[in-house]
């Protein structure tokens, strides 16, 4: 069977920590996608499950405060975590 050369767009990161699992397994990218595209013609269906992230009531209501916190002008920022720490320890 003859191969052919694919490009994709995809996510410097996202590639990237892709690879590093996929090297840790002994595969690399053109080998996994090969092999996801196979599974994908065996089972007629994508080969792994895709759905929304279901959150509890706390943790939504957590990202919300968080956000409303984020918008907040009183509470102050840092740009690092020394600063942080030096206000929390005064």
């Known amino acids: 069977m003859a191969?052919?050369?694919t490009s994709m767009r995809i996510n410097d990161e996202?590639?990237?920590?892709?690879?590093?699992?996929?090297?840790?397994?002994?595969?690399?990218?053109?080998?996994?996608?090969?092999?996801?595209?196979r599974q994908l013609i065996f089972k007629k269906a994508i080969p792994f499950e895709i759905s929304l992230p279901e959150y509890s009531k706390e943790t939504i209501e957590a990202a919300e405060e968080?956000?409303?916190?984020?918008?907040?002008?009183?509470?102050?920022?840092?740009?690092?975590?020394?600063?942080?720490?030096?206000?929390?320890?005064?």
């Open 66 to 90: 968080a956000r409303k916190i984020i918008k907040d002008d009183s509470v102050p920022g840092y740009d690092n975590a020394d600063d942080f720490m030096k206000a929390m320890l005064k």
């Open 14 to 37: 996202v590639k990237n920590d892709a690879k590093t699992i996929l090297e840790s397994l002994g595969l690399d990218l053109s080998t996994f996608t090969t092999m996801a595209l």
């Open 3 to 5: 191969n052919s050369t």
